[in-house]
T-cell receptor, first 113, second 111 residues
Framework: DAGITQSPRHKVTETGTPVTLRCHQT?????MYWYRQDPGHGLRLIHY???????DKGEVSDGYSVSRSKTEDFLLTLESATSSQTSVYFC????????????FGPGTRLTVL | AQSVTQLGSHVSVSEGALVLLRCNYS??????LFWYVQYPNQGLQLLLK??????LVKGINGFEAEFKKSETSFHLTKPSAHMSDAAEYFC?????????FGAGTTVTVRA
């Protein structure tokens, strides 16, 4: 498995506060992804990165921003958290091949009160 | 746009019985298809993937899947369920370096 860590693993916050989740990889993979997982929806892509400082939106990007200043780190920021952003967030990475596997981190459980 | 549909959000099987999880895809180009498994409170782990090399793909833990273009399907099977197979399973299709997931199927195994 790819060496992917996420921090924090659990977080409880209040509506309106900013929140940053961190993903760190040790595999030097070019691509990195942020997903959210909600019951009945599977995993939905929030944002992804195809290189340092190169990012793009996924299908559920509203209310989220990302940054990637180093190959190994990909940050997800909720500028002003809302209760609808309560979810489990997963980071993933993959290499450059079209058929390369995406490897997933352990997830961050975020609760917005 | 590429997408997958998983038929059945819950499947219950007896230990030792066949496991069959259904996935149909929609794609305008030859698809790259994946099955992942998620155990409680863990991330997703790759079971197997189809990359056009062979239509019958064998994965980990005794699972396999068959790509059928005529039926636009990529169903996952295991001949004999084990208690440790209780988990959630996701089918996914890859396009433009991004995965699109199905809603998932939760498998319970009865002793």
């Amino acid at each position: 498995d790819a060496g992917i860590t996420q921090s924090p693993r659990h977080k409880v916050t209040e509506t309106g506060t900013p929140v940053t989740l961190r993903c760190h990889q040790t595999e030097n993979h070019r691509y990195m992804y942020w997903y959210r997982q909600d019951p009945g929806h599977g995993l939905r892509l929030i944002h992804y990165s195809y290189g340092v400082k190169d990012t793009d939106k996924g299908e559920v990007s509203d209310g989220y921003s990302v940054s990637r200043s180093k190959t190994e780190d990909f940050l997800l920021t909720l500028e002003s958290a809302t209760s609808s952003q309560t979810s489990v967030y997963f980071c993933a990475t993959s290499g450059e091949g079209l058929t390369d596997t995406q490897y997933f981190g352990p997830g961050t459980r975020l609760t917005v009160l | 746009a590429q997408s997958v549909t998983q038929l059945g959000s819950h499947v219950s099987v007896s230990e030792g019985a066949l496991v069959l999880l259904r996935c149909n895809y929609s794609s305008s180009v030859p698809p790259y298809l994946f099955w992942y498994v998620q155990y409680p409170n863990q991330g997703l782990q790759l079971l197997l993937k189809y990359t056009s090399a062979a239509t019958l793909v064998k994965g980990i833990n005794g699972f396999e899947a068959e790509f059928k273009k005529s039926e636009t399907s990529f169903h996952l099977t295991k001949p004999s369920a084990h208690m440790s197979d209780a988990a959630e399973y996701f089918c996914a299709v890859k396009g433009s370096y991004k995965l699109s997931f199905g809603a998932g199927t939760t498998v319970t195994v009865r002793a």
